[in-house]
Nanobody, 112 residues
């Protein structure tokens, strides 16, 4: 199973939107758990959202109602749609697969 690769980060103004993607190449094993985490400078890595093997999707309270996570297991890809972004959402966003594999991250910066 390959490593997750995140994409879609960038610079956006407050109130804007971004969609992050996480793709696992060369995956011959079905992925059952996807997670998004983020880490701001000087802070610990924080869980953002996950989709578990039972199909349930859960969100950190700080992003609930603004972020939507989805996954297409046939494409071995997960997404994080982020709306109404705030400066405090600025962080490196990481994908986690099956509680084992981490990507290198994609930077999201929310600023005027």
């Amino acid at each position: 199973q390959g490593q997750p690769v995140e994409s879609g980060g960038g610079l956006v103004q407050p109130g804007g939107s971004l969609t992050l993607s996480c793709t696992v190449s060369g995956s011959s094993v079905s992925i059952t758990n996807w997670g998004w985490y983020r880490q701001a400078p000087g802070k610990e890595r924080q869980w953002v959202a996950h989709i578990l093997s039972d199909g349930k999707t859960n969100y950190h309270s700080s992003v609930k109602g603004r972020f939507t996570m989805s996954a297409d297991n046939a494409k071995a890809t997960a997404y994080l749609q982020m709306n109404n972004l705030k400066p405090e959402d600025t962080a490196m966003y990481y994908c986690n697969v099956d509680f084992r594999l981490w990507g290198q991250g994609t930077q999201v910066t929310v600023s005027e």
